[in-house]
């Protein structure tokens, strides 16, 4: 018999910057609740910025001044406050606050709160930012990459994941990369670690960390979520469905505040995963999920040939689509 629970949540007010354990939280169709209203705006290149591109962003954590209530989101963004890596704290309301982020940061930047839903200002790219973007020098820094190795394939992603990708920094009306809920267990976290004690969860920035019992001498898998892709989890009142598993940057290989670097992280992601670790899940039914709360994984069945073929064709365009962009890249540069 396995037992599979809710280890741990996390909300993350500002993205690319630590978050705050929670011991309950609402999650909806956006994802969890108040999670990653604030974003930095990097102003030379008129960008969303992330922990790839600005890593000392890592260094500083966020929480919210007051227990977010149930109306804030897009275009209602309550006031945060900012520990920064000296251990200063200042507040998104401080006259100051964008000066301070562009010290940390090095760079001109502004901490900016997630719009209304329909305002698409924020998350639009321009076309020289999309081939910056795709730019396989650029790609090898995003994911920690040698010149050796293979660049990533994004014939991983969905059409949807795709198209997004191609428009925008992030899904518009969130902060989010690509999905709204992000799943790791802490099984996954140990078989990945060279001493089986398992890495901080800190460092892939999980919204909910799984613990996963098993009893009666079952055999353990040492990554299980990777196989629940397209399987409905249900949470508490949550019902989630697994769109994927989460494809790694170089992000968990830098220091955030009580982690220390570690490159090795990705040639074990490399080596054990493919570079995946984790999950990420769209809500079905919104609710309320608190640490402890059992979770029911109902996996999905196994896809016929309609859909086989189907999904291998769709895999064929995206890596076309790839191809061309890597290309314009190279002959653009």
């Known amino acids: 018999m396995t037992r599979i629970a809710v280890h741990r949540l996390w909300r993350y007010p500002v993205k690319s910057m630590g978050g705050t354990p929670v011991d309950a939280v609402r999650i909806d169709r956006r994802g969890v609740h108040a999670d990653r209203l604030w974003a930095v705006r990097d102003l030379d290149n008129d960008i969303t910025a992330t922990g790839r591109r600005i890593p000392a962003l890592l260094g500083c954590t966020a929480e919210y001044r007051d227990e977010p209530d149930r109306d804030a989101g897009p275009g209602n963004v309550p006031e945060v406050l900012i520990t920064f890596p000296d251990g200063t704290r200042c507040s998104s309301a401080d006259p100051d606050i964008d000066d301070r982020l562009s010290e940390v940061a090095g760079r001109p930047v502004r901490l900016t709160p997630l719009p209304e839903q329909f305002d698409t ?37 969905s059409l949807r994941e795709v198209t997004t990708l191609a428009r925008f920094s992030t899904p518009p009306g969130t902060f989010v990369d690509l999905s709204p809920v992000h799943l790791l267990s802490t099984t996954s976290l140990a078989s990945l670690s060279p001493d089986g004690n398992g890495f901080d969860a800190r460092r892939f920035r999980p919204n909910i960390v799984i613990d996963i019992a098993v009893e009666n001498d079952e055999a353990a898998t040492q990554f299980p979520e990777s196989e629940w892709t397209g399987a409905r989890l249900d949470i508490g009142s949550v019902t989630l469905r697994v769109s994927g598993r989460t494809i790694r940057c170089v992000i968990p290989t830098r220091p955030q505040p009580g982690i220390e670097a570690d490159r090795s992280i990705t040639r074990l992601l490399s080596e054990r995963t493919d570079r995946f670790l984790g999950v990420y899940a769209d809500v079905a039914r919104p609710g309320t999920v608190h640490v402890g709360d059992r979770i029911e994984v109902h996996v999905a069945d196994a896809p016929g040939a309609l859909r086989r073929n189907a999904g291998a064709l769709t895999r064929r365009i995206q890596r076309g689509v790839q191809n061309v962009i890597e290309a314009t890249v190279l002959r653009d540069r």
């Open 121 to 157: 200002s924020v998350h639009r790219l321009r076309p020289r930012q999309l081939l910056d973007a795709f730019a396989p020098s650029e790609v090898r820094k995003d994911f920690g990459l040698t010149d050796g190795d293979k660049l990533i394939d994004t014939s991983i992603f």
